[in-house]
Every structure is written in C-alpha cells, then in structure tokens.
Nanobody, 124 residues
Framework: VQLQASGGGLVQAGGSLRLSCITSGRTPNDRSVGWFRQAPGKEREFVAA????????YADSVKGRFTISRDNAAKNTMYLQMNNLNPEDSAVYYC??????????????????WGQGTQVTVSS
C-alpha cells in the first residue's frame, strides 16, 4: 500500500483546509485510516481516525473542528476537513493505514503504512 497526502498550505487563523490521502494498492475500506501530525521539535501525535466500521475518533484538540471521512465513490481516497484553524495546528500532517485494535486507534503503532506528509501552516 502506498499513500499520497496532499492539500496542505498556508492559511490564516480561522481558515480551512481539506487534506486528501490517496492510496494505491489494497483499498482501505477494510482498513482503518488515521491522520497524525508532527510539529517541529515535537512528537508525532494523533489527530483523527476512521475505522473499518466507519466509527470516527478525534484528538480533543481538534474535536468539533476537524472531520475525517472516506470517499465512498473513490474508495481509495480519504479526507481530513480542517476548519477554524489556529497556529497550534501548524505541523506536517501524515495519513496512515492499518488495522489497529480499538486500544491502538490513537497510537502510531496501530498503523503500518504511512504517507510522506503535507505541510500545514496557520498564520496568526
């Protein structure tokens, strides 16, 4: 499985971006998809995930602002809609695919395939 993340960019605080993740190879409908982010000097952290059963999970810091989804038509595409962005959201965002058990949904160890990352910069 190969993943290609895109959609990052520079946006002002309060703005929105939509990240996309396109997979090649095995389609992700039988897998869980996660988004993680890493700011300079910080650990890579969980942002959001959608499991194979379509249940969604979010980090507290993005809940109510970010939405993870799958494109049911283009089965190899996943999205992260990010609204009301703030400077603390600035990071490289990575999409990942795996088959985590429930306790691993928010853990990097739950995902075996990673995209290359896309930069999101939010100016104040």
């Amino acid at each position: 499985v190969q993943l290609q993340a895109s959609g990052g960019g520079l946006v002002q605080a309060g703005g929105s971006l939509r990240l996309s993740c396109i997979t090649s190879g095995r389609t992700p409908n039988d897998r869980s998809v996660g988004w993680f982010r890493q700011a300079p000097g910080k650990e890579r952290e969980f942002v959001a995930a959608i499991r194979y059963n379509s249940y969604t999970y979010y980090a507290d810091s993005v809940k109510g602002r970010f939405t993870i989804s799958r494109d049911n038509a283009a089965k190899n595409t996943m999205y992260l809609q990010m609204n009301n962005l703030n400077p603390e959201d600035s990071a490289v965002y990575y999409c990942a695919v795996g088959n985590p058990i429930l306790s691993q949904v928010r853990e990097r160890s739950g995902y075996g395939y990673w995209g290359q990352g896309t930069q999101v910069t939010v100016s104040s």
